[in-house]
């Protein structure tokens, strides 16, 4: 699990193409060399995963121990148009998903549980309207 922000997020991999759909799919970037921390095929397809949960790509880059700049560069190189493509598509359908979660979370509300000087425990809960205010501004 990976904490980003106020949210919980489950991060692992996906195990094959079923698990993130065809969209998804890309043919991965060329490496001129290789590099024990470099963006390997594998690290390439750990970021795109990584974009369609989070929507950032700042965080998807920190998922991956890489660098935003890095990123960037990957995606401008020669022969990157697949890549560039399923990061497209990823960073919508992660934008969509944290769109959604904060939407549910502000019209669900979500419950709080303080236990208080001398025990006593407070539980509250409800719409959360800054939340909610904060989803339709998107």
Known sequence: MVFWGPMEQDISPPNGP??????FDFTP???????YDGWTPRVQKHFIH?????GSVGAACRAVGRGRLSA???RERE????FADAWD?????GQDRQYNYLLDRAVNGV???????GGSVSV???????????????
């Not at 990584?50 to 989070?54: E, G």
């Not at 022969?79 to 697949?82: D, H, K, L, T, V």
């Not at 598509?89 to 359908?93: F, I, Q, R, S």
Request: net charge positive; proline share 4%; charged share 30%.
């Open 18 to 23: 079923d698990e993130t759909g065809d969209r």
């Open 29 to 35: 970037v060329p490496l001129q060399r290789s590099r």
């Open 50 to 54: 990584a974009l369609s949960v989070m």
């Open 72 to 74: 960037y560069r990957l």
């Open 79 to 82: 022969g990157a148009e697949s």
């Open 89 to 93: 598509a990823a960073l919508e359908a």
């Open 111 to 117: 419950t709080t549980v303080r236990v208080l000087r």
């Open 124 to 138: 509250e809960g409800g719409p959360d309207m800054a939340l909610l205010r904060g989803a339709l501004g998107r």
